[in-house]
Nanobody, 115 residues
Framework: VQLVESGGGLVQVGGSLRLSCAAS????????MAWYRQAPGKQREYVAG????????NYAESVKGRFTISRDSVENTMYLQMLSLKPEDTAVYYC?????????WGQGTQVTVSS
């Protein structure tokens, strides 16, 4: 499974962005998917996750109420709608997929929130 993120960029505090993660290859093998992020000098952290059928989602406390994860199984694409962005949301955002044969990661997309 190959994962390609897009949609990152520079945004002001309070702004919004929508990240996309396009999956290709053996997409039938994908189970749950998630978004992680890694800020400079920090460990990669979990942001949000979604089940294979899209019926269940989970969020880190730091993004609850501001971020929304969703998934289009027909288009094999996962999204992260980010609202009310804060400087501490600045990070490289990574797409993750749990597949039948193990984890798969995207290359990441940079999100920078300027004050």
């Amino acid at each position: 499974v190959q994962l390609v993120e897009s949609g990152g960029g520079l945004v002001q505090v309070g702004g919004s962005l929508r990240l996309s993660c396009a999956a290709s290859g053996s997409t039938f093998s994908i189970n749950a998917m998630a978004w992680y992020r890694q800020a400079p000098g920090k460990q990669r952290e979990y942001v949000a996750g979604i089940t294979s059928d899209g019926d269940s989602t989970n969020y880190a406390e730091s993004v609850k109420g501001r971020f929304t994860i969703s998934r289009d199984s027909v288009e094999n694409t996962m999204y992260l709608q980010m609202l009310s962005l804060k400087p501490e949301d600045t990070a490289v955002y990574y797409c993750f997929a749990e597949t039948r044969w193990g984890p798969s990661w995207g290359q990441g997309t940079q999100v920078t929130v300027s004050s």
